[in-house]
């Protein structure tokens, strides 16, 4: 099995014909990989065949019209019977070596850009993933039930788009923007193997009944009935940006690009020399090339550091308006309805088109206020987002103290 395991559609099902026992399984940091993978299947194609089709092209065609171009204005013959007969008294080396290296980086990024997202994912949630994650599943007609202990809930199979498959394990792939189900193949029986994939041809079936009535929950529970709107799931993105991960991948991501703006000049001058035919033996070029650290190559470093930190000073605001770019995104994608929650002693129960979901206090990792939203976060970069246009004081204050009683840490920003 390679790094990266191949992701393919599941055979034609057909609808099972008797229920499935309840079953546990462990899922591991591997296996949520293969799922985000599946996910994001069809995109990631789209952006590989992309290095191919389009950047590959438009490197080697400007490239080109840069030869063209210096021939041109070099006194050449200004036809194209002209440039061809007199190709071979031109210089295409250094062209040459520049393509090549691109070219090569290019097919280098197309070859390793699942193994380096898969990379990517495994690091965002080494942390979630310390120990296998442990769930019973019950599929029957009704959904997907899952019971991860600290967190439950049914998925209707409308709420499914499709069935993939790796060697590893089975996802199924929600039609919106919720998380995929998940079910490692290890220590599961063919026989059981089998029958989920013929429940799984319920996959976007609608006609199944929705569960309706009052949330169960304590009798004193706070209970919202809300809609997430771009406003909510821009909220959402700009939490994400401004988690510590994320702030330092961005610091880390500056001075990257700080190192290699400021490497291009250097770089360009010891390409000069080394296609130059005559160029100076390099006892000779080597201490010059030094001595220009400090007569020349800092200059262009100067530059990049003070356009650099122009930008770093502008992408708070052009962050934020990305946020809402991307919250307009999610909104347009989101799954309508009418979300309702019942906040008690014993967690939080919500539903939301016919999935329900239940959480302990223990599920959340903190309680985090905003000017705008209350956030409870969970594991695996989640977060319930509560809007404070649907909450008055006492609730907000009702919420934090049932956080508190529970240990969640506090956070209160602007």
């Known amino acids: 099995m390679g790094v990266v395991p191949s992701i393919r559609a599941a055979a034609p099902v057909t609808t099972p014909t008797q229920s499935l026992p309840e079953f546990e399984v462990e899922i591991t940091l591997d296996d949520w990989a293969d799922a985000l993978l599946a996910v994001h299947e069809e995109a990631q194609a789209r952006q590989r065949r992309r290095i191919l089709t389009v950047f590959l092209p438009v490197i080697w065609g400007l490239t080109l019209l840069g030869i063209v171009s210096e021939y041109a204005t070099a006194g050449g013959r200004r036809s194209i019977a ?20 691109i070219t090569a980086g290019a097919l280098v990024a197309w070859a390793t850009r699942l193994w380096r997202l898969r990379r990517a994912i495994r690091n965002d949630l080494r942390a979630d993933f310390r120990q296998p994650l ?21 998925v209707p199979w409308h709420w499914y788009a499709r069935l993939a498959e790796s060697d590893r394990c089975l996802v199924l792939v929600a039609s919106r923007v919720e998380e995929p189900t998940v079910i490692p193949k290890r220590g599961l029986d063919p026989a059981l193997l089998r ?14 009944p929705s569960v309706k009535g009052e949330l169960p929950a304590r009798a004193n529970a706070l209970r919202l009935s809300y809609v997430l709107g771009a406003a909510d799931y821009a909220a959402v993105t700009w939490r994400a940006q ?5 702030r330092w991948q961005r610091a880390k991501g500056f ?6 703006l400021s490497l291009i000049a250097p770089l360009l001058f010891v390409f000069g020399w080394v296609v130059d035919p005559y160029r100076l033996p390099l006892d000779v070029a080597l201490p010059l090339f030094i001595d220009m ?20 000073l502008a992408q708070r605001p052009l962050r934020r308006r990305s946020s809402q770019a991307w919250g307009r995104h999610f909104a347009e994608q989101a799954r309508p309805g009418t979300i309702q929650a019942a ?14 979901a239940r959480f302990s206090w223990a599920s959340f990792e903190g309680f985090e206020r905003t000017s705008t939203h209350v956030f409870l976060p969970l594991a695996r970069g989640l977060a319930i987002p ?9 609730a907000i204050a009702r919420i934090e103290a049932l956080a508190a009683a529970h240990g969640l840490p506090r956070k209160v920003t602007t």
């Open 386 to 394: 509560l809007s404070l246009t649907i909450l008055d004081a006492p």
């Open 242 to 246: 401004e988690l510590p991960k994320a």
């Open 293 to 312: 650290f400090g007569d020349l190559f800092w200059m262009p470093a100067l530059a990049v550091a003070v356009l650099l930190g122009l930008l770093w």
């Open 343 to 356: 906040i008690d002693e014993d967690g939080i129960a919500t539903r939301h088109d016919g999935a329900t």
């Open 255 to 260: 001075l990257i690009l700080f190192a290699i």
């Open 195 to 208: 029958e989920l994939r013929s429940w799984c041809g319920l996959i976007g079936d609608t006609t199944r």
């Open 82 to 101: 002209g440039f061809f007969g007199d190709l071979e008294k031109l210089s295409l080396m250094p062209a040459g070596i520049f393509l090549g290296i």
């Open 134 to 154: 442990r769930i019973r599943y019950r599929i029957d007609e009704d959904g997907v039930a899952s019971d991860e202990g600290v967190r439950s809930g049914v």
